[in-house]
């Protein structure tokens, strides 16, 4: 079994929130409170204030996409659904696309402007599933660093942004022209993959 690239993509990008501070609450029916949910968003998607109230409002109302944002938790479906429903109404593809193309010309350092115009349009046109998928797990530390069903579908939708434009990491760990083959790189060692 291949381990889907994603993790290096998620580094690139800084988008993960198992790094910001997300408490859990004493209210068992949502892990973590509306304000903290849409910070940590905010600050993963370098969103401005309206997104921001937007988003807090969109988690008020939706406990189960909160729950999809708790470290070290196990979201399902529903969680995730909420997750991509409650940032997507609330920021648009063009804006998500603009997001991830910008931290990866950080990350990666060797974008040049037409690679991150390639990288925010290819955002744009993904199919709505991997779209959600993309801004689901991007946002979820249940997704990132993980192998699970999430992961590898997210690990699909980045690879396919990688392959589309031609850029990603190179195995030496500095930025690639587009002469490696995304696909080829990382493999997960057995004892790492869930055997179920």
Partial sequence: MRRPLHPVLVAALGLTLAATSVACSDDETSAVP????????????????????????????????????EPGGAPGDEQFDGLADVILGCVGADRIGDAVAAAMATGL???????????????????????????????????VGAVNDRSVRLGEVTNGLFAACSVGPSRDGEGSTGTTSVGDLGAVPEEDVDAG
């Fill in 34 to 69: 509306a304000d903290q949910a849409a910070e940590a968003v905010t600050a993963a998607y370098g969103l401005g204030p309206d997104e921001q109230a937007c988003l807090e409002q969109g988690f008020e109302g939706d406990a189960a996409a909160r729950n999809a944002l």
């Fill in 109 to 143: 350092g060797t974008l040049d402007v037409d690679q991150q115009r390639c990288v925010a349009t290819a955002v744009v046109d993904l199919p709505e599933e991997d779209l959600r998928v993309l801004v689901s797990g991007l946002a979820s530390p249940a997704v």
